[in-house]
Nanobody, 126 residues
Framework: QVQLVQSGGGLVQAGASLTLSCAVSGRTFSDYAMGWFRQAPGKGREFVAVSTWTSGGTYYGDSVKARFTISGDSAKNTVYLRLNNLKPEDTAVYYC???????????????????WGQGTQVTVSS
């Protein structure tokens, strides 16, 4: 059974940085496409970033490109999302997700992922 446990997040001012963690148990994270999504109040779940470790593909949503970075630590079996230059519009609950054997066109859709973290709140004040 694959489990994802998230940590990090919090309340920060605009321009600050945060690192979100997603600890994976049950399987090695590199066996999956590991994605990050976020959901703001009253909105759907939005694609943020994904990495397909074995093929080396890393992709970001347009609104976070050049500000957010996804990475992984195989020794800790943990995936990270570094959030730089945060803006008030980044305020949301952030989720990590794992999806086995996803095609490229599936990477950006939350319903294609099998396993989810519990979510962590990021609040950015102006």
């Amino acid at each position: 059974q694959v489990q994802l446990v998230q940590s990090g997040g919090g309340l920060v001012q605009a321009g600050a940085s945060l690192t979100l963690s997603c600890a994976v148990s049950g399987r090695t994270f590199s066996d999956y496409a590991m994605g990050w999504f976020r959901q703001a109040p009253g909105k759907g779940r939005e694609f943020v970033a994904v990495s397909t470790w074995t093929s080396g593909g890393t992709y970001y949503g347009d609104s976070v490109k050049a500000r957010f970075t996804i990475s992984g630590d195989s020794a800790k079996n943990t995936v990270y999302l570094r959030l730089n230059n945060l803006k008030p519009e980044d305020t949301a609950v952030y989720y990590c997700a794992a999806g086995p054997k996803l095609y490229f066109t599936e990477l950006f859709y939350p319903d294609k992922y099998n396993y989810w973290g519990q979510g962590t709140q990021v609040t950015v004040s102006s």
